[in-house]
């Protein structure tokens, strides 16, 4: 079966670090660009960031550039996403998701992240 | 990288028709042929129903059907089931080689 698990989430103070998790199995993880997305409570979806097969290319929206860093282990089936310098609106549930057919066709159940002190 | 616009609700009797608007601009949807759809249940993951404009997933409903023109794209969901009462969202990739979705839209089934 195809899927992806997130982790690491929790409750972090403003300006603190986490580090999120996604384990893929089913699928041969390294063949695939992939793709952190998040979700504020009550709110829409917002691309965060997304990672090319061999981790060569990254791209992030502008409000996490500097702050949050995607990466893989290809040998390990992973995806993560360092978060530092957390502030208030980065409060969400963060999935990751694969990315195929020009398209995000697989998506893992997310991770909360509260930002709060 | 200002977010796609959609209609924050849109409602519908079983067995009727409804059409989703999303627009965007020459950097986006204008531009790009890369324009999904997605389903999400409350409480659930999104789930893809159309990628690439006008195509369907394997095991996607032909229920639901995608257009674009100009700057906006479209779904559109034919024959209304209480089970499409969702929230749908579109993305699109950009200029930027960034990805940006629509605000999302609440359908009711009445």
């Known amino acids: 079966e195809v899927q992806l698990v997130e982790s690491g989430g929790g409750l972090v103070q403003p300006g603190g670090s986490l580090r999120l998790s996604c384990a893929a199995s089913g699928f041969v993880f390294s063949r695939y660009w992939m793709t952190w997305v998040r979700q504020a409570p009550g709110k829409g979806l917002e691309w965060v960031a997304n990672i090319k097969q061999d981790g060569s290319q990254k791209y992030y929206v502008d409000s996490v550039k500097g702050r949050f860093t995607i990466s893989r282990d290809n040998a390990k089936n992973s995806l993560y996403l360092q978060m530092n310098s957390l502030r208030a609106e980065d409060t969400a549930v963060y999935y990751c998701?694969?990315?195929?057919?020009?398209?995000?066709?697989?998506w893992g159940q997310g991770t909360l992240v509260t930002v709060s002190s | 990288q200002s977010a796609l616009t959609q209609p924050a609700s849109v409602s519908g009797s079983p067995g009727q028709s409804i059409t989703i608007s999303c627009t965007g601009t020459s950097s986006d949807v204008g531009t790009y042929a890369y324009v999904s759809w997605y389903q999400q249940h409350p409480g659930k993951a999104p789930k893809l129903m159309i990628y690439?404009?006008?195509k369907r997933p394997s095991g996607v409903s032909n229920r639901f059907s995608g257009s674009n023109s100009g700057n906006t794209a479209s779904l559109t969901i034919s024959g209304l089931q209480a089970e499409d009462e969702a929230d749908y969202y579109c993305?699109?990739?950009?200029?930027?080689?960034?990805?940006?979705f629509g605000g999302g839209t609440k359908l009711t089934v009445l």
């Open positions: 690439d404009v006008t």
């Open positions: 998701a694969r990315f195929q057919l020009d398209a995000f066709d697989i």
């Open positions: 993305t699109s990739y950009t200029t930027s080689s960034t990805w940006v």
